[in-house]
């Protein structure tokens, strides 16, 4: 009863920025929010939200406009027209909404949580008077390198070889994010990524999709400039991390079904499987899809591997979709699949949401980052974390079929490979112990949760 008392006095609008990695975290987050009483209604743009079949149970869905409501693909012809667009439109009708919420619903807004990539956001939380919170979807390592560019102590393009940043390993070159090195042609992308950090000082709170045990040393750095950050990592379903909340097994906007995935894994022996995915925006070439098609047919274990439907048309002509030793589908549930015993390896892109859901699953990686934050991640993943292995590319920046299965081969058949799955599994107990009673990020949400049944 408590609870439900609480959820009158407040009411939490939670803004996505329109794309699946940031939808899925910020939408499980809105989950806990709701499981500890507070209201929430989640919001992202008119066009985004059409391709959200359902939501959770009690979570209810509101949109803005980005100016492209029919769909970005076509309309804006780059990403700085879309961003001038959003820019100019996303404040206007949040306003609109705000006030819409305010004088009709009977429950006014007392909080914006808004996705850091949309830094305005804060601006209109401050002309209602309500608290905001920005909301970081990525892992602080990337974080403090998109901030340290933001302080002027990291210029694009880069001219050192190493570099050196508080809290971090030593990077190299091909350890940074990939828009330090299309900077002088394509400035748009850097300059948006470190423009997250314009006002993030004056946000009331900072909550990250990461965990405190896993980036210990960067949390405490950053703690010490922002005193209100906190880790809520890892942002995916209970059922998959602690099992406290027993219908919560997905996101909640899966439109697809992966029966046949899990049905194929089922007849597979523990640990056999090499999993393959890139994710819902890599745009491979059609030679890294084959060097992939090959390696994978001639590895020695089964291999299950999501194409997406716009990528099929580069698969080889006689790949065979569905063999004896392989199975390619355009869509399946990657938590699932991942949860699975069968799995023994996870050849990834490496974007943060499925890298924190393989640390969290406990399963190694091979990794082949495309682009963004991904190479950073990567760096983690071998160096830091030593739960993978990254597959070293040629001059056209491909992975070759011999590298593909000499690194599958090595993670799911070596000493090194061995390592690699106990420090894979202890991460996956602390992932689950971090979101349960007393743990890291759990303690985090609560207090944060608190300071809004205070306001």
Request: negative net charge; glycine residues 6%; hydrophobic residues 40%.
């Amino acid at each position: 009863m408590e609870k439900k008392s609480k959820a009158k006095r407040v009411h939490c609008l939670v803004l996505a920025y329109p794309a699946q990695g940031h939808t899925n975290p910020m939408l499980q987050f809105s989950k806990l929010l709701q499981h500890e009483g507070v209201r929430v209604t989640f919001v992202s743009t008119v066009f985004h939200c059409k391709n959200m079949k359902k939501l959770p149970p009690g979570i209810s869905l509101e949109t803005i406009s980005d100016g492209f409501d029919s769909g970005r693909i076509g309309e804006a012809k780059s990403l700085r027209v879309y961003l001038d667009q959003f820019w100019q439109v996303g404040p206007k009708t949040l306003v609109e909404l705000l006030e819409k919420l305010n004088g009709s619903s009977g429950h006014p807004i007392d909080c914006l949580v808004y996705d850091s990539f949309m830094p305005w956001a804060l601006e209109v939380a401050r002309s209602f008077g309500i608290v905001g919170v920005v909301f970081l979807t990525q892992n602080m390592a990337v974080n403090s390198i998109y901030y340290h560019v933001h302080l002027g102590k990291l210029q694009a393009p880069l001219k050192e070889e190493e570099i050196s940043l508080p809290a971090l390993p030593q990077l190299q070159l091909g350890d940074m994010p990939s828009f330090f090195f299309n900077y002088v042609e394509h400035p748009v992308f850097l300059d948006f990524l470190v423009g997250q950090f314009s006002n993030i000082d004056k946000a009331d709170w900072i909550i990250c999709n990461s965990f405190y045990e896993l980036e210990k040393e960067v949390a405490d750095w950053t703690m010490k400039i922002w005193p209100k950050f906190r880790t809520i990592g890892p942002s995916i379903p209970s059922m998959f991390l602690d099992k406290q909340t027993q219908d919560d097994e997905d996101y909640g906007v899966a439109q697809f079904t992966s029966e046949e995935c899990i049905k194929w894994l089922d007849d597979k022996i523990k640990e056999s499987v090499i999993y393959v995915s890139f994710g819902s925006m890599a745009i491979l070439s059609e030679e890294q899809i084959e060097e992939l098609a090959y390696g994978l047919r001639d590895s020695e274990s089964y291999f299950l591997w999501v194409v997406r439907a716009s990528e099929e048309t580069k698969l080889p002509k006689n790949f065979e979709k569905k063999s004896e030793k392989g199975l390619v589908v355009s869509w399946c549930s990657q938590l699932k699949v991942l949860a699975h015993e069968a799995v023994g390896c996870f050849v990834t892109h490496c974007g943060w949401n499925s890298t924190l859901e393989a640390l969290s699953l406990g399963v190694p990686m091979v990794a082949i980052p495309q682009e963004a934050d991904q190479s950073t991640n990567a760096k983690h993943i071998e160096d830091v974390w030593k739960v993978g292995i990254k597959a070293s590319v040629d001059e056209k920046h491909v992975v070759r079929r011999e590298v593909l299965k000499r690194c599958t081969r090595e993670v799911m058949d070596s000493e090194r490979g061995e390592e690699m799955k106990r420090n894979a599994m202890q991460l996956k107990t602390l992932a689950a112990n971090v979101v349960g009673e007393g743990g890291s990020s759990h303690r985090n949400i609560t207090e944060f949760v608190n300071s809004l049944f205070h306001l």
